[in-house]
T-cell receptor, first 113, second 114 residues
């Protein structure tokens, strides 16, 4: 079955608020995780990644948290803007060789004005 | 500019047609991928090429045939497709086969099979 999943298919937040998108994974052998953003009519765009030897990594307005104990990954977006509206995917490498990544179904983030 | 360019952006074809999707990456990566994205489903890996050799064929029907003539170009040849093959086909590239570096995606080809 699918080893990467998302808790909520749709998340609606007010502009300016912080957003948190969650992801659960089941493969304990996974050691590399990525968050992607996909806007309508475009391909997935890399946001931030994290390796399993880290618990937290920050980028510009985004933070990824990794909890290996409960196999949970989250993406925090600070001060959300209208341009943050998109579908967000988490992905893991599953530690299985050069066979790409395993993706979740995605969470649709909607920014309310 | 994503660094990965796919053509055409949209394609409508009949079930008896033969067409090809093209992908070109300008990032100097040595691995390239085809993914299929259908509504309400996770991205599905179809093919992986590393150093121009196919390393993964994820039980994809033979009506899809990939070709990788060099590390910068990837094709997906299509023939006698079915309506359920309608989807967004995404090409991606990576530096080290995707195990410790991100995949970079193109904007996809929206395929409709009539």
């Amino acid at each position: 079955g699918e080893s990467v999943g998302l808790h909520l298919p749709t998340l609606s937040v007010q502009e300016g608020d912080n957003s948190i998108i969650n992801c659960a994974y089941s493969n304990s052998a996974s050691d590399y995780f990525i968050w992607y953003k996909q806007e309508s009519g475009k391909g997935p765009q890399f946001i931030i990644d994290i390796r399993s030897n880290m618990d937290k990594r920050q980028g510009q307005r985004v933070t990824v948290l990794l909890n290996k104990t409960v196999k949970h990954l989250s993406l925090q977006i600070a001060a959300t803007q209208p341009g943050d509206s998109a579908v967000y995917f988490c992905a893991e490498n599953s530690g299985g060789g050069a066979d790409g990544l395993t993706f979740g179904k995605g969470t649709h983030l909607i920014i309310q004005p | 500019e994503t660094g990965v360019t796919q053509t055409p952006r949209h394609l409508v074809m009949g079930m008896t047609n033969k067409k090809s999707l093209k992908c070109e990456q300008h990032l100097g990566h040595n691995a390239m991928y085809w993914y299929k994205q259908s509504a309400k489903k996770p991205l599905e890996l179809m093919f992986v090429y590393s150093l121009e050799e196919r390393v993964e064929n994820n039980s994809v029907p033979s009506r899809f045939s990939p070709e990788c003539p060099n590390s910068s170009h990837l094709f997906l040849h299509l023939h006698t497709l079915q309506p359920e093959d309608s989807a967004l086909y995404l090409c991606a590239s990576s530096q080290d086969g995707g195990q410790s570096s991100p995949l970079h995606f193109g904007n996809g080809t929206r395929l409709t099979v009539t």
